[in-house]
């Protein structure tokens, strides 16, 4: 079955994760993707971190995921027959998407303005660290630097009195990819009504507030910044991680709180739920830090697997209303119909890749799209 994208038009002047990243999700969904790369290529093709090196790596097994499906040429856009290359290419594309900073789009001809001026019906994407407007426009911008640190993403996971974690590699860029493909995919929905093209943009650092918009809010409202989580005293003592006793780690979510008189039974901690020190939200916040030390006591009892198995058991039917009951056996059946149409769905997406795998490997390894 034909991707959705089939017969769209992808020109990518970018490097590195977030819009390379984009571009493959759009190859996946069928467009044709021509990457253009420095004469040197895209840096990320080369990066390779101590453990890589160490290993006699040859380039970094990590640019692949992010440019699967398309074809590639390398030029230099600072000559002249290059560049005009480029922008021929570009003529002939449905959609253009760049983290080139404004500075050097600009220059090289290949800003939204140049672009749309030859053809209005262009789909233009401008990515960047810190935006398209003001005085950090043409600063460089890593998800390191723009997403985690300056949205204050690292900031809200550390523990008190503890430095920032250290976030693992592109983690922030391919949270950033999917808004990115939606701003494209919105942009080309509109084109076949109006038959107009436009430009989308978004940064790094946008994302990352995106992502703290919770936080931001409460900031917003109660003008106190959000404090760091302390594993041991935590706000809501029911979504904490806790230690089995293998010394692995589970992550606790029992947000409902019907659920609370649940875990006690599944703990075999029947009455905790009703010691006054536990028994509403507002004395589980209060009494955080001794009911974290219940729950740390009673975890660390079970190994993890034992856990595992533990919860995903059916909930004790003894300890359930007759409207709860009904409610879960309702959500069971909901999630066995949802699993079953993403099984299938996930079936005929693997067979639509193998088959146009093949049809790639088939294909002349050119950069010349067909005539528009």
């Keep these: 079955m034909p991707g959705p994208l089939t017969g769209v038009r ?55 995921p992010d440019n ?13 027959d ?27 001809g290949l800003s939204y303005e140049a672009l749309s001026a030859e053809d209005p019906r262009l789909v233009y994407l401008a990515f960047s660290g810190y935006g398209e407007e003001g005085p950090e426009r043409d600063r460089l911008g890593f998800d390191f630097t723009a997403y985690w640190s300056r949205a204050g993403v690292i900031e809200s996971m550390a523990e008190p009195g503890m430095p920032p974690p250290m976030p693992r590699s592109s983690q922030g860029d391919h949270a950033t990819t999917p808004l990115l493909l939606a701003g494209v995919l919105a942009a080309l929905y509109e084109r076949d009504r109006s038959g107009q093209g436009q430009q989308v943009s978004s940064s790094l650092v946008m994302s990352g507030l995106w992502s703290v918009t919770s936080d931001l809010q409460r900031t917003l409202l109660t003008r106190q910044a959000p404090q ?4 041991d005293a ?19 979510v029992t947000l409902a709180e019907a659920n609370w008189p649940r875990l006690c039974v599944a ?17 589980r916040n209060r009494n955080s830090r001794e009911l974290v030390a219940v729950l740390d006591a009673e975890f660390a009892k079970k190994m993890e ?7 995903a058991d059916k909930p004790d039917e003894s300890t359930l209303s007759p409207e709860m009951k009904e409610h879960y ?20 997406h693997s067979e639509h890749f193998k088959q146009k795998f093949a049809e790639l490997l088939e294909q002349q390894k050119n950069a010349q799209f067909p005539t528009k």
Aim: one cysteine or more; a positive charge.
């Design 267 to 283: 703990l075999d901690r029947r009455g905790l739920e009703h010691d006054p020190r536990y028994a509403t939200p507002v004395d």
């Design 329 to 348: 056996e309702k959500f069971e059946k909901m999630i066995k119909e949802h699993t079953d149409k993403f099984n299938k769905k996930m079936r005929d």
């Design 228 to 231: 760091r989580a302390n594993r």
């Design 68 to 80: 699967r499906g398309k074809r590639s040429i390398a030029v230099n856009l600072d000559n002249p």
């Design 82 to 108: 290059a560049n005009a290359a480029v922008r021929r290419l570009v003529r002939q594309a449905d959609v253009f998407i760049t983290n080139l900073v404004r500075g050097r789009r600009e220059r090289y």
């Design 10 to 64: 992808v020109v990518e002047v970018a490097t590195w994760i977030a819009v390379p990243a984009c571009g493959a999700l759009m190859a996946d969904m069928g467009a044709s993707v021509i990457k253009v790369e420095p004469q040197t290529g895209d840096v990320w093709r080369g990066t390779r971190d101590v453990r890589g090196a160490a290993a006699g790596w040859q380039g970094n097994p990590a640019f692949e």
């Design 305 to 311: 697997e034992q856990n595992k198995k533990f919860f």
């Design 234 to 252: 935590p706000p809501n003592p029911l979504g904490n991680r806790y230690r089995a006793g293998d010394g692995r780690w589970l992550m606790l």
